[in-house]
């Protein structure tokens, strides 16, 4: 039987479909988006909070305990000076005060005397002394020992401000011990390194260019700035003057020195009492060693002495004029006991005598050997 015949499909049809379709599609996409926002806003939002501080499993330790409580108790005594000097402006031809640079120093009483470097206030018309609570004072110099790199200067500061420092001694100190340094490297203020003692017994040369014995070494860092300030031991006491570094660079390399507090003990009351430059002498001008070998004699040479020095009136003789020229007077070979090879065993005999001590020196003249005693003085 045959297939009855289909209407032809109008074109029309198909485009009604395709729209149909397309609304359908916006329908569920438009209730996917509606379904997905609704369900974003149903989550709780996450807000980010700092997280709790994790409880230490136990106190400080002993040696954080004592570090800190030496730092609480010494800062107080520590002074950030500034070396101020006098110069004249070439534009107005007045006379400026210039700040010239800075170091540390410490409160040796409650007079308002102030400890330092010598090098410290080097050149200086006046200093400026900070405290530690931020006060500032005109520093005035009493006096200096250029010999040991030490100086004292003094504030005009209500006793209540001078927390003066406790002082120990550098003679029975041991390679390995804890140290710490306070001071102001860079004008940091009241910074505090730590560190041990590296070495005992070292040699520096001061500015006038004469040895300082049994300084201490350390390896607690010492930058510029830190000059002046304190080494201590571990109760807090002073046991140095940190005074130089070891550094190619000019920071620290891990290795400082220190001028010994056994020293600075010495000097101290001395600059006080005579208010100048401290310089125990004997009245004499002594040949170098380099000299001495040359001629093939051991011991230290005088080469002049002082009119009306302590030399001179204990009848010591330098060069004289002889048939050949200049001829040896009196070779120092002893000071008090202590046999004398060359001028540094001289001079650490000296540098632990004070100005008005008496010493005994053994000298060989021509072959005759006698001992003469004489009385320090201070250098004219």
Known sequence: MASPDLPPRADGDSSILTKVLAVLLLVVAAALVFTVVKLRRQQPEIVYESRPVTMPAGDLGADEKSTIAVFKMVSPSVVHITNIAQMRNVITASVDDVPQGTGSGFIWDDAGHIVTNYHVIEGATSTEVTLADGTTYEGKIVGTARDKDVAVIKIDAPPSKLAKIMIGTSGDLQVGQKVLAIGNPFGLDQTLTTGVISGLGREITSKSQRKIYD????????????????????????????????????????????????????VVPQILNLK????????????????????????????????????????????????????????????????????????????????????????VRGGSRRTVKLTLEVAR
Do not use: W
Request: net charge negative.
């Open 215 to 266: 300084v201490i070494q350390t390896d607690a860092p010492i930058n510029p700035g830190n000059s002046g300030g304190p080494l201590l031991d571990g109760q807090g006491r002073l046991i140095g003057i940190n005074t130089a570094i070891y550094s190619p660079s000019g920071a620290s390399a891990g290795i400082g020195f220190a001028v010994p507090v056994d020293t600075v003990n010495l």
């Open 276 to 363: 100048g430059e401290v310089r125990p002498v004997l009245g004499v001008n002594i040949l170098s060693d380099g000299e001495m070998r040359q001629i093939g004699v051991i011991g230290v040479g005088i080469r002049n002495i002082t009119r009306g020095g302590p030399a001179d009136r204990a009848g010591l003789t330098g060069l004289v004029q002889g048939a050949q020229g200049l001829e040896l007077g009196d070779v120092i070979t002893k000071i008090d006991g202590n046999p004398v090879a060359k001028t540094a065993d001289l001079f650490r005999v000296l540098d632990r005598r004070r100005i008005g001590d008496t010493v005994e020196l053994e000298v």
